[in-house]
């Protein structure tokens, strides 16, 4: 700890020795230009976040300097300010004070202790500093910290240019994106990427047709729409390599390998700063894992029934719920691994069936207690606040159907299988209300499906969620039940193309 009175020590080195220092109390607001700065010099990309004022007199405009809030607080009123630790330091805090090179430290703490506005600088206040010991016979603080009132005016013109600079690209990215037509790149899975490859066709199944590209496409086009074909990851990653940039990408991606598969398109156009139609990568790792979704959703209070994850064959042994059980793969889609002996009646029978999913799927398998009742799926549209229930669609298994369930089979093949029809009455109303509990809850966007059934006292349940519903007109669950709503596949489209604008508009 350096000693408060050694005055051979910077003087920002000796208040660090003996109390919080500014960049410990105060809100360090950054630029874009602070950004590229920082993280060169220092390597990282972890020392911001956006964060509301803590004073919420902060995002009231002063008169005085009128932009300062429409050019540092977003739509969501949030600033960007550099992150703390959690003992309250500020990331670059070391011993002796900022382990930042001058110029490359944030604009605001350049300038401090100087005051100033969008006119010019004001005056000095330096009630963060212990000016007692650091100025005790009356110095200016401004002298002590050797800061120039020269240099201070320039780093100040700086910092409401690089400002001004944001609000013009924020204004021209929101205005592009937010009306007219687009540029919007289209990725997705294609059944015949991967032939040849040994793939079984259940393990293609969640992978699209030409005949679902060719409608998305078809459909943004006639919305108005350029449309660039680019397809699946890798094709993606060689086309953003070659300077390729889109002003939305609509993705359908469901990825090849691995439980985070339904993140990797998300998370690349992120790092490139490319808008793209549904959920982040946070939500789709998290949503493909039905046993940590099911826990998100508990946590929020949504019911949801009791559960239980094998791993490995040795923990059969300690699944302690009520029989009948249901047992089904933790992160596959398209109902993949669920058929007519999924539904599990003894203890035999869950041993046997957890056996053949693990050794076929190389996954967890999700355990749970069987709901009995009536089956839907809710259509979703939007997000957060926004979000609405476009349609509550029943399942009805027919004759020829797997009984118990909505099976790979059922969903497959579903003609003569299954009959689907909206659902209007008291149970469709209270799984509506769930289900958007559970997406707004879970973080989704844009559009998806929640699937509800009834348990044994007649309540709806959460079974599970796609954030990346199939779009397949006449064959996706959500085209099928829009339609039956009166809500053509056109309109569906609109729509999400519609909630993506406004999420980029306001995150802008």
């Not at 400002?163 to 540029?183: K, N, Y």
């Not at 090849?256 to 959920?279: H, K, M, N």
């Amino acid at each position: 700890m350096a000693d408060p009175h050694d005055t051979s020590l910077h003087p920002c080195a000796r208040c660090a020795s003996m109390q919080k220092t500014c960049c410990q109390r105060a809100e360090i607001v950054l630029t874009r230009g602070d950004l590229a700065r920082v993280q060169a010099a220092s390597g990282r990309d972890d020392f911001y976040a956006f964060k509301a004022p803590g004073d919420p007199a902060y995002g009231v405009p002063d008169p005085q300097d009128p932009h300062w809030v429409p050019w540092t607080v977003r739509a969501d009123g949030t600033r960007r300010v550099l992150h703390k630790q959690q003992n309250g330091d500020c990331t670059f805090l070391g011993a002796e004070g900022c382990t930042l090179a001058e110029e490359t430290r944030p604009l605001v703490c350049r300038l401090y202790p100087f005051t100033f506005t969008e006119a010019g600088i004001t005056g000095v206040d330096s009630d963060y500093c212990p000016t007692k010991l650091l100025a005790p016979r009356g110095e200016s603080m401004v002298d002590v910290l050797g800061m120039s009132p020269v240099a201070a005016e320039r780093w100040r013109k700086m910092l409401y240019e690089e400002l001004r600079h944001e609000s013009q690209q924020d204004v021209h990215a929101m205005t592009a994106i937010a009306t007219g037509p687009l540029t919007i790149g289209l990725t997705y899975d294609l059944r015949t990427d991967y032939a040849g490859q040994g793939l079984s066709a259940e393990e293609l199944a969640e992978f699209d047709s030409e005949a679902t590209i060719d409608a998305l496409e078809g459909t943004l086009r006639e919305l108005g729409h350029a449309v660039v074909r680019i397809g699946h990851l890798q094709k993606l990653l060689l086309a953003l390599q070659q300077g390729a940039r889109f002003d939305l990408v609509f993705n359908i991606a469901e990825g090849l390998r691995g439980i985070g598969r339904e993140a990797q398109v998300p998370a690349v156009l992120d790092a490139f700063a490319i808008p793209y139609t549904f959920s982040d990568p946070m939500v789709s790792a998290l949503t493909l894992h039905k046993g940590m979704t099911k826990r998100v959703v508990r946590d929020l209070g949504i019911n949801t029934p009791a559960f239980h994850l094998v791993e490995a064959s040795s923990d059969v042994e300690g699944v302690d719920l009520r029989y009948p059980l249901f047992a089904k793969p933790i992160a596959e889609g398209t109902s993949k691994g669920i058929d007519a002996n999924s539904k599990i009646t003894s203890p035999a029978a869950l041993r046997a069936t957890c056996d053949r999913l693990l050794a076929r799927f190389g996954q967890p398998v999700l355990v749970e207690e069987f709901l009995p009742g009536r089956e839907v799926t809710v259509g979703l549209i939007g997000t957060g606040a926004r979000a609405r229930v476009a349609a509550v669609m029943e399942v009805h298994l027919l004759s020829k159907a797997d009984q118990d369930g909505y099976t790979y089979k059922n969903k497959a093949e579903w003609e003569g299988r299954v009959r689907y029809s909206l659902a209007t009455d008291a149970f469709a109303q209270a799984a509506g209300a769930l289900a958007l509990r559970a997406w707004r809850g879970l973080g989704c966007r844009d559009a998806g499906r929640v699937d509800v059934r009834a348990d044994t006292e007649g309540l709806p349940s959460f079974i599970e969620v796609n954030p990346l519903a199939g779009l397949r007109p006449g064959v996706g669950d959500l085209p099928i039940m829009c339609d039956l709503a009166g809500m053509p596949y056109r309109e569906l489209i609109a729509a999400i193309i519609d909630s993506a604008r406004v999420r980029v508009a306001l995150r802008s």
